[in-house]
C-alpha cells in the first residue's frame, strides 16, 4: 500500500525559506514513477507548483521559477521543495503527488505553509 507523508510546513516571514519534505513508502519501482508538489491556497483550487519526472528532469510553473527547486533522492523514496524567498501568495497548503503508469494519483495528507508579511 503506497502512503505519502509530508513534512516541513510552518511559518515564515517574507523572504524567508523552508524546506518541504515527502516520504513515499509501498513503492516497489521507483525509477517509473514522478512526484510532485501542489498548492492549494484559501478559497482556491490546487495547483501544481513543480514535477521532477523518473529520468530527473523537473517542471516549475512560472510564479516558484528561480525560488523552488524540487529534488528527490531514489533510493530512499523521498522528494523534498526548497522555497526560497518567499511570498505572501505563497501561503497554502502544500500536497505531494506521487504518479505511476497504470495507477491513480496518490496524495499525502499536506502541509500548511503560512507567510507573513
Known amino acids: 500500500q503506497v502512503q505519502i507523508v509530508e513534512s516541513g510546513g510552518g511559518l515564515v516571514t517574507f523572504g524567508g525559506s523552508l524546506r518541504l519534505s515527502c516520504a513515499a513508502s509501498?513503492?516497489?519501482?521507483?525509477?517509473?514513477?514522478?512526484m510532485a508538489w501542489y498548492r492549494q491556497p484559501p478559497g482556491k483550487q490546487r495547483e501544481l507548483v513543480a514535477r521532477?519526472?523518473?529520468?530527473?528532469?523537473?517542471f516549475y510553473i512560472d510564479s516558484v521559477k528561480g525560488r523552488f527547486t524540487i529534488s528527490k533522492e531514489n533510493a530512499k523514496n523521498l522528494v523534498y521543495l526548497q522555497m526560497n524567498s518567499l511570498k505572501p501568495d505563497d501561503a497554502a497548503v502544500y500536497f505531494c503527488?506521487?504518479?505511476?503508469?497504470?495507477?491513480?494519483?496518490?496524495w499525502g495528507r499536506g502541509t500548511q505553509v503560512n507567510v507573513s508579511s
Open positions: 503527488n506521487l504518479r505511476m503508469p497504470g495507477h491513480p494519483d496518490y
Open positions: 509501498g513503492v516497489t519501482i521507483p525509477s517509473l514513477y514522478s
Open positions: 521532477v519526472y523518473s529520468d530527473g528532469n523537473t
